[in-house]
């Protein structure tokens, strides 16, 4: 089983950038799918950026197209954020699965960091 931890979120300014990491520990990550979710106030758990582990292919929400990116470096993944905006403005998980049918479906991942706040205002 993967443990997962994120960090790097805060309190930003319209227009500005941010950068969480997620860190893994107790597996290698090379053997889970794993992704970017974000949940705001009232809202459900959303997928915007997933990477598969079994064929590479990628999903990238509408919402974040142009602005957001995913990368991974050893056991550590990355979610780079440009240009953001208030509506943004979540906290942000990594999940992992081994498993994924669908990418970025967030009730396919069983393992989860306990997510960082995003707070985009000015």
């Known amino acids: 089983q993967v443990q997962l931890v994120e960090s790097g979120g805060g309190l930003v300014q319209p227009g500005g950038s941010l950068r969480l990491s997620c860190a893994a520990s107790?597996?290698?990550?090379?053997?889970?799918?794993v992704g970017w979710f974000r949940q705001a106030p009232g809202k459900e758990r959303d997928g915007i950026l997933c990477l598969s582990n079994t064929d590479n292919s990628t999903y990238q929400a509408d919402s974040v197209k142009g602005r957001f990116t995913i990368s991974r470096d050893k056991n550590t993944m990355y979610l780079q954020m440009n240009n953001l905006e208030p509506d943004d403005t979540a906290v942000y998980y990594c999940g992992a699965a081994i498993v994924v049918a669908t990418l970025c479906e967030a009730d396919e991942y069983e393992n989860w960091g306990q997510g960082t706040q995003v707070i985009v205002s000015s």
């Open positions: 107790g597996s290698d990550l090379d053997y889970y799918s």
